[in-house]
């Protein structure tokens, strides 16, 4: 909605009040984008895990197994977000992040009150449900605030995903900033914290996020670059202050001042919103002087156009060929649209695309998850000191972060400029990933920190090139579901290439080592391992999984060469006769149209 304007005495729109310019700015849609923004900054306290774990474990009396066993019901309810897609279908995306929102501080609560003694000890099935539980929350925020993003975007899909996606990745670091100044270091604060930051920031924005209509703005890409750019200097920020805690001992005082610092970056965003909603009113008041000055000239040059016959128009019903067929049918399901247009959930599933796509997927994201879970162990077995130790998980999450907002605004310059296909540059990723297996295969002196760096990348940077595929060849009217199904991916590969290689070849090096020193495992003793050959062998094999993914996902480039080569997004343009500013007076957003 533009606000209350005046156009008495032929001087163009007024500037509108103070209130009403209040209104346009939180009903507009860049204000959403920043709304999105706050609410991935808390959706990743999965990623948090290990600052409140030992509290867990010491307070329930719990020993490693049972801690892994949370750990996997973590990662489980954090990944399989299916019934959220599914939720996000048929209801408003509000419906979502209030379901998200009470899913999350229902999990967390009854994690703090079980730790903080508060309630009875409860079984093991029960935390392992209630983190699952927490974490599955995750998924309906990124279903209810992402997924809607992009839809409300759909030509800077690529920007969208890897700033969001960014903001998710970096929000550990953030919500850790905020709990140090808050509660000192009190680890069951940190479980409460999380559990009711995230709700109440989704709660906060339930009317902002919406869907919008979809508009064309000339500089709409380099709007989201405004928000990069401060997302950089929030990042930077971070990494600074996380190297500086781990030299010295910051007091309550100084996290007072990063945490402020933080929330500054945080918001800055509000900025860049209300620039373009000035922006918008300047554009507005000179395009009606234009109309204005050209409707004056037409009148006195030009006579009145003859007028038109009327005709009755009826609108036929599709051919019967052509009626959307019910997705049970099995010549519905084997038989999808072209690329690009809108497929079914199954015609989607069904997919060799689809399947080509998950299955690079789990290679790649299992491969460098694997090594991210594992990194302490890693630096352990090879001899690094243990501040070192820190140092990779630091730079991990930093360069997770790159890989994510490099990934989906490069991506999207380089497909909109030169036709490049974003799934060359997910084999193109998935190759470079390699790299990083194989300095930790062979411990390459000083090589777990270029290791570090290279798998955090690449890591961040599969996630928005999936998500846009999947958009982009299935289409964006059941993407809700899709877009969780190939995150399903993540648990999948991680069980394989975690759980069943590089955590069994671990134990068998280890055991190996105990009898060459004529010791024979107790029951419930520790393995440890020492040495490159801990790994080596484990990472040797993921590598040759990641090529073989890296040769699967070249599959997908051959198979969608033509399609990414055409003009993807020409759907969401309408013709030029339509190219006009456009006032939804019912919503009361400023869904503007700029003709580029």
Known sequence: MVATSNYGGGGGPEWPTTRAFAVQILTGRWFMVFATTLIMSAAGATYMFGLYSPEIKSSLGYDQTTLNLLSFFKDLGSNVGVLSGLVNEVTPPWVVLSIGSVLNFFGYLMIWLAVSKKISKPQVWHMC??????????????????????????????????????????????????????????????????????????????????????????????????????????????????????????????????????????????????????????????????????????????????????????????????????????????????????????????????????????????????????????????????????????????????????????????????????????????????????????????????????????????????????????GLKYYSTLYNFGAVASPVGLYLLNVRVAGHLYDREAEKQLRALGRVRRPGEELDCNGVECFKLAFIIITGVTVFGAIVSLLLVIRTRKFYKSDIYKKFRPEEADMAVVVAAGDGSNDHQVPK
Not at 194 to 202: D, E, F, T
Not at 283 to 307: F, G, R, V, W
Request: net charge positive; charged share 15%.
């Open 129 to 474: 449900l209630y983190i699952c539980v927490g974490a599955n929350s995750q998924t309906f925020a990124n279903t209810g605030a992402l997924v809607t993003a992009v839809k409300n975007f759909p030509e800077s899909r690529g920007a969208v995903l890897g700033l969001l996606k960014g903001f998710v990745g970096l929000s550990g670091a953030i919500i850790t900033q905020i709990y140090h100044a808050v509660y000192g270091n009190d680890p069951k604060a940190l479980i409460l914290l999380i559990g009711w930051l995230p709700a109440a920031i989704s709660f906060a924005f339930l009317r902002t996020i919406r869907i919008m209509k979809v508009v064309r703005i000339a500089h709409e890409l380099k709007v989201f670059y405004r928000f990069l750019y401060i997302s950089l200097g929030l990042a930077g920020f971070l990494m600074v202050v996380i190297i500086l805690q781990r030299q010295m001992s910051f007091s309550r005082a100084e996290f007072g001042v990063s945490a402020a610092t933080v929330l500054v970056l945080l918001f800055l965003p509000v900025a860049v919103v209300i620039k373009e909603e000035i922006n918008f009113i300047r554009k507005k008041k000179q395009e009606y002087l234009d109309i204005n000055s050209e409707n004056s000239l037409k009148i006195l040059t030009e006579k009145p156009p003859p007028p038109s016959p009327v005709r009755a128009t009826t609108t036929a019903p599709p051919p019967p060929e052509i009626q959307e067929m019910s997705c049970w049918n099995p010549k519905s399901i084997f038989g999808p649209p072209e690329r690009g247009d809108d497929y079914t959930i199954l015609q989607a599933l069904f997919s060799l695309d689809m399947l080509i796509l998950f299955f690079a997927t789990i290679c790649g994201v299992g491969g460098t998850l694997t090594a991210i879970d594992n990194l302490g162990q890693i630096g352990s077995s090879l001899g690094y000191p243990k501040n070192s130790i820190s140092t990779f998980v630091s730079l991990v999450s930093i360069w997770n972060y790159l890989g994510r907002v490099v990934a989906g605004f490069v991506s999207e310059h380089f497909l909109k400029k030169y036709k490049f296909p974003r799934p060359l540059m997910l084999t193109l990723t998935l190759v470079i990933s390699c790299i990083g297996h194989l300095l930790i295969a062979f411990d390459v002196p000083n090589g777990l920190y270029v290791a570090s760096v290279i798998i955090g990348f690449c890591f961040g940077a599969q996630w928005p090139l999936l998500f846009a595929i999947i958009s982009e060849l299935f």
